[in-house]
């Protein structure tokens, strides 16, 4: 089982970065991803960035230029650096992780975007 550890959420004014991060810790198979996803209210969840075990990139389009994911393979640790934020990135952001055999899901954080 992998549990996934997630820290850096908050409230942040307009034009502010923050930084997310989360560890996983747990038996993990083969060639994974791991990303961000975010869901704010009244909308669908959707991904924000992910990041393979091979460094293979993908983000939404509203986030590209402002967020930058990154991950440490040795720490099994993936961050999302969010530039330039503003307050429709306002949402509960939750990392995934996905192995060969499953999708694990963290408890999720709220990051605020408001002066």
């Known amino acids: 089982q992998v549990q996934l550890m997630e820290s850096g959420g908050g409230l942040v004014l307009p034009g502010g970065s923050l930084r997310l991060s989360c560890v996983a810790s747990?038996?993990?198979?083969?060639?994974?991803?791991m990303g961000w996803y975010r869901q704010a209210p009244g909308k669908q969840r959707e991904l924000a960035a992910a990041?393979?075990?091979?460094?293979?990139?993908n983000y939404a389009n509203s986030v590209k230029g402002r967020f930058t994911i990154s991950r440490d393979n040795a720490k099994s640790t993936a961050y999302l650096q969010m530039n330039s934020l503003k307050p429709e990135d306002t949402a509960v952001y939750s990392c995934?992780?996905?192995?060969?055999?499953?999708?694990?899901w963290g408890q999720g954080m709220q990051v605020t975007v408001s002066s």
């Open positions: 995934n992780l996905r192995d060969s055999y499953n999708t694990y």
């Open positions: 747990g038996q993990i198979f083969g060639i994974n991803t």
């Open positions: 990041i393979t075990s091979g460094g293979t990139i």
